[in-house]
């Protein structure tokens, strides 16, 4: 059920730039400061960590709300794992875009130190 890498990653990133350009301003430059990186799948170390392997995104370094002087070893980004993705959206290129859409943005979230509930009660989920 695999796609190719190159064509995975063309979607994830269109996705990933729709999904910026349609945020409300006063968060778009937040977005705008926030790397995202494409990676296959999750790292044997995350996974040594504890994390699941089939773990879509994951947002790594520190909350906006925490100053830079304070910062996190990590730099601040978001990892999206875009096999776990396709595998999940079961091969569908429309379900694709779609995770990629809602992994991003609850990635996001965590960046802005907000919740489900809170990105639902805001509109951007």
């Known amino acids: 059920m695999s796609a ?7 979607i994830a990133q269109d996705e ?7 945020l409300p301003e006063h968060l ?5 400061g926030l790397p995202v990186t494409y990676e296959s799948l999750p790292s044997e170390a995350l996974i040594g960590d504890g994390w699941d392997p089939d773990l879509l ?14 910062s996190h070893p990590v ?9 776990n993705l396709w595998d999940f959206a079961e091969g569908d290129e429309a379900l694709y875009r779609d995770e990629v859409r809602i992994t991003y ?8 130190g907000l919740d489900e509930g809170e990105l ?3 509109g951007l989920l």
Do not use: C, K
């Open 28 to 32: 778009r430059h937040h977005a705008d």
């Open 75 to 83: 730099p601040r980004q978001i990892l999206l794992f875009l096999e």
């Open 4 to 10: 190719p890498w190159n064509h995975l990653l063309a």
């Open 105 to 112: 943005i609850h990635e996001f979230g965590h960046y802005l």
């Open 120 to 122: 639902e009660e805001r």
């Open 57 to 70: 995104g994951m947002f790594v370094g520190d909350p906006v709300a925490v100053g830079d002087s304070e």
């Open 16 to 22: 990933v730039e729709r999904t910026r350009r349609e």
